[in-house]
């Protein structure tokens, strides 16, 4: 089993910016496709930003420009560096890995508020 834990999340102003680090207990190079999802109150859980092997990456077309997705293979960590933050942002941000299984974090909380 692989387990994936999110860090990074706060309390942040509109316009300012957080990096969240996603841990895997595996080498994450295992790993097929990595990404972020968010789930806001009332809301659907949506896709935020994915990366494939050959890094090829994807993002919602709301976070575009914005937010970036990396990852460190020696670390083993998933990341994404979130700029320009804005208060339709605030959502729970999941860590989502594919391998043999699909694995899921518990998310960790952003909040962009005032």
């Known amino acids: 089993q692989v387990q994936l834990v999110e860090s990074g999340g706060g309390l942040v102003q509109p316009g300012g910016s957080l990096r969240l680090s996603c841990a895997a207990s595996?080498?994450?190079?295992?790993?097929?496709?990595m990404g972020w999802y968010r789930q806001a109150p009332g809301k659907q859980r949506e896709l935020v930003a994915q990366?494939?092997?050959?890094?090829?990456?994807i993002y919602a077309d709301s976070v575009k420009g914005r937010f970036t997705i990396s990852r460190d293979n020696a670390k083993n960590t998933l990341y994404l560096q979130m700029n320009s933050l804005k208060p339709e942002d605030t959502a729970l941000y999941y860590c989502?890995?594919?391998?043999?299984?699909?694995?899921w974090g518990q998310g960790t909380q952003v909040t962009v508020s005032s």
């Open positions: 989502r890995a594919l391998g043999l299984s699909v694995y």
């Open positions: 595996t080498n994450i190079f295992s790993l097929d496709v």
């Open positions: 990366i494939v092997r050959d890094d090829s990456t």
